[in-house]
């Protein structure tokens, strides 16, 4: 899928670009994962281990921060809704501020952690460095968690799944 998507942008399937693409999509509502575009691109350049990296968590964050943009102009733009409905859950988002947003990366829980951060108007500059750490931590411990995996697991997976 992400072969053809990226060929339809002119991208390499497995490149910086991809990498990038990959993770800000993956930030926003959209539920796909970066983290095998990240490894794969690092399997294959394992020189560009920090690039790689810093791209992905940049991606990531930017599309953390359209979900943030996306809270806050929906607060703007439609006063009749009444945003986070539990009042334990926004009093507690209140009460942490962008301090929240080093969970941003939690899967099934981080997206929405963003629109909230916007729709709660929460200071743009703190919640994108949080989110910008969270995410980090995010993907440094996931490839990090990928590497232990040995070579003949990754080797089995791809004739099981008919990719070699």
Known sequence: MFE???GWFGMPS????AVFLSAFI??????VGSEPILFGYITVNPHLYWIAILIATIGNTCGGMFDWWLGLLAHSKLKS???PQNGRVKAWLEQHGPKVLLLSWLPGLGDPL???AGWLRLAWAPCLIYMFFGKLLRYLTMT???TLVPDSVWHQLGHWLHLI
Do not use: D
């Open 26 to 31: 993956s930030a926003t509502l959209v539920p």
């Open 4 to 6: 053809h998507f990226f």
């Open 144 to 146: 990090w968690l990928l």
């Open 81 to 83: 809704l009444k945003g």
């Open 114 to 116: 963003c629109l909230a």
């Open 14 to 17: 497995i490149g910086l670009p």
